[in-house]
């Protein structure tokens, strides 16, 4: 039960814009923007976990969300109406 409450609490923040913006591109800009925010909060929280620098450990987990959205999007994948 608590898997299932976690994976609801992350992808709620993400899936809400697509929700709730009637505009695709919008929505889907936003969606992005909240997930590398995301990305850099989780990756700065595990950064200060293991004793690293919190800022070093969060920009390597967003460049790491922002290579992926540019992977996802050469292949093809949703980039708003077109």
Known sequence: MLVCVV???ATLPVAIPVLVIHDP????ALSRGLA???LFACG???????GG???KSG???TAIGVALIF????????????
């Open 71 to 82: 992977v996802i999007r050469a292949l093809g994948g949703y980039g708003g109406a077109r």
């Open 36 to 38: 590398l925010l995301t």
């Open 53 to 55: 620098s919190a800022w």
């Open 59 to 61: 920009a390597s987990v």
């Open 7 to 9: 994976v609801i609490l």
């Open 44 to 50: 700065s929280l595990l950064g200060r976990y293991s």
């Open 25 to 28: 591109r919008i929505a889907m």
